[in-house]
């Protein structure tokens, strides 16, 4: 019995296209508009997730002796907090677009992503060396940033005195 068989409540029609699908050997789907937004918003809320752990145990890492240990902690602490930030907001908009990650998972190589846009489950693998290169970009930039911002917040300080 096939698969569309065992199922009671399914009207004719849909046994029609199962079986024109099974005959004609069709395809039956195709990737929605979005996808391609959806898997490179997917890609980058990977990546800030990483990011934002991995930065957090650094700053947790950092020993008190170092001498400007305070400030490199203060510096990671917003990273983590932008890219955290930044995270939400990617998260919020595949949301938007109907989508979300059901799960991630871990492996020596790779880390393999099943995410849900509107009913149908994607699987995305992506490699660590990958991960790590974008993770370094995405430090460089939020770093730059930081620290602009702290420049500008201490010459503030330095003129309200």
């Not at 109907?98 to 009913?119: K, M, N, S, T, Y």
């Not at 970009?137 to 503030?156: H, I, N």
């Amino acid at each position: 019995m096939r698969e569309w068989e065992r199922h009671e409540g399914n009207g004719s029609d849909m046994k029609e296209r199962m079986s024109e699908m099974m005959e004609t050997e069709k395809r039956p789907w195709m990737a929605p508009a979005d996808y391609e937004r959806f898997v490179r918003m997917i890609r980058e809320h990977v990546v800030l997730s990483i990011l934002h752990r991995a930065v957090l145990r650094d700053a947790e890492r950092l020993s008190e002796g170092h001498k400007f240990s305070r400030v490199y902690r203060q510096l990671l602490e917003r990273v983590a907090e932008m890219a955290n930030q930044e995270r939400h907001r990617l998260r919020q908009e595949i949301g938007r677009i109907g989508g979300q990650i059901a799960e991630e998972r871990q492996d020596p190589v790779a880390r393999e992503v099943w995410a849900r846009l509107r009913g149908r489950v994607y699987t995305m693998r992506f490699q660590n060396v990958w991960l790590r290169a974008r993770c370094e970009v995405w430090l460089m930039t939020l770093l730059a940033k930081t620290l602009s911002e702290m420049l500008d917040e201490q010459q503030d300080a330095v003129l309200r005195r």
